[in-house]
């Protein structure tokens, strides 16, 4: 459970939580709430499964039905995810900067990561034993350091001279959206990772339901209470501007602040760096038990080479593929914010698994009422983490949730929905409509490989004669037929000839429009290709014949203030923004609440324009504000405190997405930038 995460992650999260200390802890907090209740969950499933597997052993029991389509899509989505990168470039970077490197290149990072983790697939490739002794090893040194962490904090938060600190200063923040502070919630629970893993060992511990009751929770909220004092102590120790610049770094330079660049402090950052090779030689380890285990099950072909511990005892060919997905993904990202990237498509699928996971609870409590588990779960507990891993994974798909530097990428999120799409289609084609389709059925068969490892292979039997591909339509046809006359509604559409005939063309059409769509907006959605008509809308703006202005007068000296109300309105989802913006609104405006007026364009307006079929323009619409302004007896007080008469320089236009219309824009057309007939504004004079 004690990863990486807390020495990289915390300024990218601070940042998506809008600079709200508030915030911010609020999402440790939250993934500290999600783990706990989802550690109940995982609980009670472990003390009525008590075996080894976790996430894989729970799905096929729940979900028996359709058959193998939770396990297999969750096999084999582990092995495509089967990499170890975001500890890797945390401990490139932290290598490199304990040996003066303080700004490596990403190529640097990656490469010295790389490095290592051959280094490390070599040990546990060649002895599985040596390899387990140096991870503990690492694993010590990486709990002392946490201790050291928590302690140096505690130092920070106890100074008497942090008195004058930002958060105590500004609590609230910037403006910050849904999506973005999803998205750092789902990386902060990266950094809690680990608490479910423990139930893929299940088998290999003594009294496993005494201990998992006594050690969760004791060890989930000695690492909650750790994390938020450690980030207490980033915040405490480290000036705002440099611990948004930190990034990945934010533990180096926390050692920085407290004991200055001497030898002591490039100490510690390597005992970082080590601490996170730790990290490395354990889920390389467990990737590759893993993957070993999926291949074994016959899931995936050339089961009995990567589930072979030939010829070292040891599991190397999953590890060297491990190694290998690893180095491709980081050959395929580069440039941008690629750890943080990483992370979030790392952690985002976990919110869909376990999400079944906790849903199985109330399956299993509805299947058998009369059983009871020996560890339970709250109602209030599993609901609120269904709750929370629902939000976690819907939230993300509304606006660029990409981490920035990263917003030109595939949206991980719809990323990760294809890989699992593409995997529950594996299960389809190879368990359900390849055997319709070959007349076969597969049969488990045991097979003893060199080693002595038995694995398991998926042997298809023959139940009919081969057929030409014209048969294989008429097997489906009859299939359809046979599903139809199943259901009394469905029925009467293929009561006749006629009728059935024209049923199932509407079925196909519809099925052909359904995939045609999902492509295409998929497509448009990715960044494949555009949407067709997106150049006629851009060429061909709509003629502006009349808008609605809201009115109101700010002083030049709030002008900041002001950038800041509109960049709040703008932000999409705004997410517990509205005290900010109430409180801008009441400060910053000279009147009490915005004037709304209703301007209609007559010929007269812009027939002199180069091509008045457009409409006005947007010097024209300001001219109109200050005009009225200058002229209406309500803004008589507001122009006597003027040197001199207001020009139309001192108006301030935004359009309907509350972004500002820049005075380069004059000379545009209201339609080209976004203002059509019946469009509601606002409009900013300054004083």
């Known amino acids: 459970m004690l990863g990486s995460g807390i020495f990289a992650l915390a300024p990218g999260i601070y940042r998506d939580c809008g600079n709200s200390v508030f915030w911010f802890l609020a999402s440790w907090l939250i993934a500290g709430i999600m783990s706990f209740c989802g550690m109940y969950v995982y609980l009670e499933l472990g003390s009525i499964i008590p075996r080894s597997g976790g996430n894989k052993v729970f799905l096929e029991y729940i979900y028996k039905s359709p058959k193998l389509l939770a396990t297999v899509s969750f096999l084999v989505f582990s092995v495509i995810f089967g990499f170890s990168i975001s500890n890797v470039l945390i401990f490139g970077e932290y290598f490199l900067h304990s040996i003066g490197l303080s700004t490596p290149t990403d190529t640097q990072i990656k490469v010295c990561g790389l490095i290592f983790l051959y280094i490390v697939a070599a040990f546990h490739g060649v002895s599985i034993h040596l390899g387990v002794k140096v991870q503990n090893f690492l694993g010590a040194l990486k709990v002392g350091m946490l201790v050291f962490f928590i302690l140096a904090g505690s130092y920070s938060i106890l100074q008497p001279d942090k008195q004058e600190l930002h958060w105590r200063v500004n609590p609230i923040g910037g403006p910050m959206s849904v999506t973005s502070f999803t998205s750092a919630t789902i990386r902060a629970t990266y950094a809690f990772s680990g608490w479910n893993t423990v139930h893929n060992v299940t088998n290999e511990i003594k009294n496993p339901n005494r201990t998992f009751k006594i050690a969760g929770p004791t060890s989930l909220i000695l690492t909650t209470v750790s994390y938020v004092l450690i980030n207490l102590a980033y915040l405490l120790s480290i000036p705002e501007k440099e611990f948004l610049e930190s990034g990945t770094l934010v533990g180096a330079r926390y050692f920085q602040t407290l004991f200055g660049e001497g030898w002591g402090q490039k100490i510690l950052v390597f005992s970082v760096a080590l601490s996170t090779g730790g990290n490395i030689f354990v889920v390389l380890y467990t990737l590759a038990r893993t993957i070993q285990e999926v291949f074994r099950d016959g ?45 979030a498509l790392e952690s985002y699928p976990q919110q869909i698994f376990t999400f079944l996971v906790a849903l199985g609870v109330f399956i299993l409590r509805k299947r058998d009422p009369q059983f009871r588990a020996p560890i339970r779960s709250t109602m209030i507990g599993t609901g609120l983490f269904m709750l929370i891993c629902v939000y976690l994974s819907v939230s993300p798909l509304f606006g660029n949730s990409n981490p920035p530097g990263t917003e030109s990428w595939i ?28 007349n076969y059925k597969l049969e488990k068969k045991k097979v003893t490989l060199e080693d002595g490892m038995v694995i398991q292979k998926w042997e298809k039997i023959s139940i009919d004669i081969k ?33 059935e005939i024209i049923t199932k063309f509407l079925f196909i059409c ?23 008509a997106s150049d006629i809308f851009k060429e061909i703006p709509v003629h502006c014949a009349h808008v609605y202005c809201r009115v109101n007068v700010i002083r030049s000296k709030d002008l900041t203030k002001l950038n800041e109300y509109y960049q709040l309105k703008h932000s999409s989802n705004a997410f517990t923004t509205w005290t900010r913006e109430t409180k801008l609104l009441l400060e910053i405006f000279v009147l009490p609440k915005f004037v709304k007026y209703h301007f209609e364009f007559s010929p007269q307006d812009f027939e002199m324009n180069k091509e008045p079929e457009w409409g006005s323009t947007v010097s024209h619409l300001r001219q109109k504000i200050i005009t009225l302004f200058n002229d209406l007896d309500v803004y008589k007080q507001l122009r006597q405190q003027q040197p001199q008469k207001l020009t139309s320089e001192a108006v301030l236009v935004y359009d309907p997405k509350y972004l500002e219309v820049k005075s380069d824009s004059d000379d545009e057309y209201l339609s080209k930038v976004g203002i059509e007939t019946g469009s509601v504004i606002d409009t900013v004079i300054q004083i």
């Open 299 to 343: 899931y995936l072909p050339f089961g009995s080479i990567m589930g072979s511990n030939k010829p070292f005892g040891a599991p190397l060919p999953a590890i060297v593929l491990s190694c290998t997905f690893s180095t491709i993904v980081m050959i395929l990202f580069a440039g941008g914010n690629f750890y943080e990237y990483i992370i």
């Open 411 to 438: 949206s991980y999120p719809i990323l990760s929905l294809s890989i699992l799409g593409w995997c529950t289609f594996y299960w389809f084609s190879m368990f359900v409509i390849g055997p319709k389709l070959g």
């Open 467 to 499: 057929m030409l591909p014209l048969e294989y339509l008429i097997r489906l046809d009859n299939e359809f037929t046979l599903f139809l006359r199943q259901h009394s509604f469905t029925a009467n559409l293929i009561s006749t000839t006629v009728s």
């Open 510 to 532: 519809l099925v052909g429009l359904i995939l045609y769509e999902t492509v295409y907006w998929l497509g448009i959605k990715i960044g494949i290709w555009e949407y067709h």
